[in-house]
Structures are given as C-alpha cells and as structure tokens.
C-alpha cells in the first residue's frame, strides 16, 4: 500500500506560479513511476504529466508542456509538479498517483494504470 498526500495548491493570477507535493509513505517510493492528473468541474480527469523511477524520463500534456516541469527526490519520498504560466483553464484539484511500473511509455497516460492515488489538491487560477 502506498499513502500520497498532496499538498501546495491555492488561488493565483493568471501568469503565476506554483508548486505542488505529493509526499509517499508506504512501499519503496522509487519502485513506483509517479504522475500527475487533474480534473475541473464536470469534466473527466486527464492526465498532466508523469515521471519515471528515475526521473530521467517524463512525458506531458500538449496542453502543459512548456509550462509544467514534474521532477521527484527519492529521498524524500516526494514528487513535485512545478507550475508557471498559468491559465484560468488549468484550474481543478489536481490528484498524484502511483504506478506500479517504474518506467513511463503512453500508458502512463491512463489513470486506470495507476493503482495508488492522493486525495487531491484545488488549484484555482483568476483571470
């Protein structure tokens, strides 16, 4: 079992910045590939990035590359989602979760691949 606990959400101006945490405890953190979904309200969850156990390797929606930067500290257990350019557009609580696979490939993509996740964090971003 893996526990996540997100925190670092808020309000911010359209063009801010921030960072999000997900802290694990649990199983080894870096057996675990690591990423990041959101959902906004009345819509379905999507995918904004992931990690690998290394995180050496990544892979982002169109809609934040360039903008989002997901890295992780194996010892801390943590992994971060950094934030810039923000649009009103990217507002919604925003979930980590964990993969059971250490690498990411497409299927990183899909929030059924992912068996732990975090209760979820609300990022609200004003125009």
């Known amino acids: 079992q893996v526990h996540l606990v997100e925190s670092g959400g808020g309000l911010v101006q359209a063009g801010g910045s921030l960072r999000l945490s997900c802290e694990a405890s649990?199983?080894?953190?870096?057996?675990?590939?690591m990423g990041w979904f959101r959902q906004a309200p009345g819509k379905e969850r999507e995918f904004v990035a992931a990690?690998?156990?290394?995180?050496?390797?990544?892979i982002y929606a169109n809609s934040v590359k360039g903008r989002f930067t997901i890295s992780r500290d194996n010892a801390k257990n943590t992994v971060y989602l950094q934030m810039s350019s923000l649009k009103p557009e990217d507002t919604a609580v925003y979930y980590c979760?964990?993969?059971?696979?250490?690498?990411?490939?497409?299927?990183?993509?899909?929030?059924?691949?992912?068996?732990?996740w975090g209760q979820g964090t609300q990022v609200t971003v004003s125009s």
């Open positions: 649990g199983r080894t953190f870096s057996n675990y590939a």
């Open positions: 990690i690998s156990w290394s995180g050496f390797s990544t």
């Open positions: 979760a964990a993969r059971s696979r250490t690498l990411v490939d497409a299927s990183a993509r899909r929030d059924y691949e992912y068996a732990y």
